[in-house]
Nanobody, 116 residues
């Protein structure tokens, strides 16, 4: 049974930083690409960042390029999202996701609020 558990969310002031973690179990973590999504109130869930299984190639939503960094530690079965220069519009619930065909598996989410 694949399980994803996010942590690291919270309340932060504009311009601040947070690091989210997603611990995975029930799969051979190193074989799978991982991604972070977010969903703001009243909006659809959107892709924030993704990282490949091999080579660690990354891609980002335009809105977070240069501010967010996705990384992974295959020894710890964990994917991270370092978020810097946070803005109020980054406020959302952040989810990690893995696609293990034919299913997508999601964590429960961690809430990030950027406010003064």
């Amino acid at each position: 049974q694949v399980q994803l558990v996010e942590s690291g969310g919270g309340l932060v002031q504009p311009g601040g930083s947070l690091r989210l973690s997603c611990a995975a179990s029930g799969l051979t973590f190193s074989r799978y690409a991982m991604s972070w999504y977010r969903q703001a109130p009243g909006k659809e869930r959107e892709l924030v960042a993704a990282i490949t299984s091999v080579g660690g190639r990354t891609n980002y939503a335009d809105s977070v390029k240069g501010r967010f960094t996705i990384s992974r530690d295959n020894a710890k079965n964990t994917v991270y999202l370092q978020m810097n220069s946070l803005k109020p519009e980054d406020t959302a619930v952040y989810y990690c996701k893995v696609h293990q065909a034919p299913f997508d598996y999601w964590g429960q989410g961690t809430e990030v609020t950027v406010s003064s």
